[in-house]
């Protein structure tokens, strides 16, 4: 009888050992969990962030757009006026 109850304990006392190393294995796991949301969280913030500069991006490009339009509609504009210049000294 001492002995079933010896070796009764022996299972129980390993049971518990891997009891433990699964509530280990389980914290290691949790905290790697943790780690992984930190890192998940700032990369989303940081997408954010170059979302709105790219969005600033987008409205600078939009600005600078109609300025060349502008410059180059003058631009012809110009280049008709003196072509239409020359033209009306030659004609004359």
Do not use: C, P
């Not at 940081?46 to 600078?64: A, G, H, P, T």
């Amino acid at each position: 009888m001492a002995e079933t109850t010896g070796s009764r304990l022996d299972r129980i006392e390993n049971k518990l050992d891997q009891l433990a190393e699964a509530m280990v294995a389980m914290a290691r796991a949790e905290e790697k969990l943790a780690g992984l949301k930190e890192d998940h969280d700032r990369a989303y913030e940081r997408m954010n962030r170059f979302s709105q500069k790219l969005d600033e991006i987008e409205k600078k490009v939009e600005d600078n757009h109609r300025v060349v339009s502008t410059i180059n509609r003058l631009f012809w504009v110009a280049i008709v006026a003196v072509s239409g210049s020359i033209a009306a000294q030659l004609w004359m």
